[in-house]
């Protein structure tokens, strides 16, 4: 009888070995996206535009949230010699010139990079190649500030002590972005804003997931985001409350973008899902899930849109001053924030 037991798994034993890894294999992703939370999210395009795209070319797709954007930079720098996804999608404009200095994106130009306006194409060596765009702002509860601020000077009125959240440029692509504009408005006096402006701050958190819920759960009258918030509450809460300020100076605009990493297991399609990341069919549904303004110049706006801004003065650093001088400025910011 032992003989016969050993007989018989001895025959199925390599059957069992190869539906394992039959079923391991099966499980493999065509495609791997690093990119942050609210894309991942279940109301983030990301559920979305992944269906359409695995619906129209057959792959399978993971999406694997890293955090926020200098997250998401920091997680390809560490694998750089071993990379575990094939896609990191929401560095922006303001990360490029660090993602260029790490040497880890491939080049690849889009064949349908026509259908956006050269202004957004904010990469000329085509590392990153960009989907959506905003604008930096500070939103306030109306209901609870009644005359809000005009300029980032104002942000600093005492009668604004401890009412504003903030995010940490170190790991979050709108912190650093606010980080900048600050640098653009004020030069090299930018470290004695952030002085007059600690009172005025409540908290300073990782990423913008975790700042802007804060204030939507009434922590504070005053959070950074983007114009385009507002219309999310008008979109699905039917509520003009929470508003979005265009302040005298102008503000700073954001560009995203993603890229393809360099030893990608699946190149092909990584540049296949780039060729649709600007498609109609992914683009027009960034508006009422990133809620961000979509590259497609073709791509219509929902109503709720009328409460997207768009400010005249808008706002940028130079991609070159940003790699001279980008760990010089965060370093002194965590001086300056932390006495």
Known sequence: MRKFSFLLLSVCLPFLV????????????????????????????????????????????????????????????LEKKNPKADIVLGLDNNLLAAALDADILESFSAGNLDKIPGELIFDKTAHLTPYDYG????????????????NLEDLTREEYRKSIILMDPRTSSPGFGFLLWTIVVYGDDYLDYWERLKPSILTITDGWDSGY???????????????????????????????????EEGNYMQIEGAGILKGARNRKNAELFLEFMLSEAFQEVIPLTNFMFPVNSDTSLPASFEYALKPEKILLLDAEDIRKNQNTWIQKWVETISR
């Open 18 to 77: 190869f539906a394992g890894g039959a079923r391991e294999k099966k499980d493999i992703p065509d495609l791997v996206i690093y990119t942050y939370d609210s894309f991942v999210s279940e109301w983030g395009p990301g559920p979305q535009v992944l269906a359409r795209f695995e619906e129209a070319t057959g792959l399978k797709v993971r999406l694997e949230s890293a955090g926020d954007a200098g997250q998401i930079l920091a997680r390809a720098i």
């Open 135 to 150: 604008f930096f702002s500070i939103i306030y509860d109306s209901h609870r500030i009644s005359e809000p601020p005009g």
């Open 213 to 247: 819920g804060l204030f939507t759960e009434g922590e504070a009258p005053m959070v950074l985001s983007y114009t385009t918030s507002p219309a999310y509450h008008v979109e699905f809460e039917e509520t003009d409350r929470y508003r979005a300020l265009i302040f």
